[in-house]
């Protein structure tokens, strides 16, 4: 599950006009997955502003994030309550300052590094919303991207005219925008079935 959600994330930054560089291909024998960071990604277009950036970002505030490193976790049936993130440390292991020096030598020494936490989802309620959120920065985070965000940026802009032949992932979400399996307005997944089954209902 890891690979392919790193994928959804890799195409989001790079739909975006990021440059995108993965760190390795493969897992190092001595070294645990949770101190990795998946991706180094710089924006050659930056707009900076002296506003600053918020904790959740959207799509518009990626235009001012000039570089960091990525790190997705793919835990789609969970969602980042304070409970769990105060017993899964994993999660922001890798803004350790041990672990985080390892990974800015690895991309190049850089400096002013944005440290961004792909998360499945966070709290509907408000209170445990701003925990989490309070959680992470405490921790080192500096931002987070839902991936429920990503995954609905790319669907929008994904365009059945054009043929991603370039990419397996933006073809197969064409092909499902061409269906029907996905539709513009309310980005509902795997509408047709439930058309199947009204047509089957006996007629009066």
């Avoid at 710089?42 to 799509?59: A, D, I, K, T, Y």
């Avoid at 292991?93 to 800015?104: G, I, N, S, T, Y």
Wanted: charged residues 25%.
């Amino acid at each position: 599950m890891s690979a392919i959600s790193e994928t959804f994330v890799r195409e989001y930054f790079e739909m975006h006009g990021f440059l995108v560089r993965q760190q390795r291909k493969f897992v190092a024998p001595n070294r645990r997955e949770d101190e990795e960071f998946d991706f180094f990604v710089l924006n050659p277009g930056v707009q900076p502003s002296s506003e600053p950036m918020p904790f959740v970002l959207g799509n518009r505030d990626l235009m001012r994030l000039g570089q960091g490193v990525v790190v997705v976790k793919g835990w789609h049936t969970e969602t980042f309550t304070p409970g769990l993130l105060a017993h899964a440390p994993e999660i922001y292991r890798f803004v350790e300052p041990c672990v985080f020096q390892q990974a800015v030598k690895a991309f190049g020494n850089r400096q002013s590094l944005t440290k961004i936490l792909v998360v499945p989802a966070l709290p509907q309620a408000l209170e445990a919303r701003e925990e989490s959120i309070q959680f992470l920065r405490a921790k080192g985070v500096d931002a987070v991207i839902p991936f429920s965000h990503i995954l609905t940026d790319l669907l929008e802009r994904i365009e059945v005219n054009r043929n991603y032949q370039k990419s397996d992932l933006l073809q197969v979400l064409r092909i499902l925008k061409n269906y029907g399996f996905v539709r513009d307005a309310q980005m509902e997944l795997f509408g047709a079935p439930k058309l199947r089954a009204r047509r089957k209902s006996p007629a009066k």
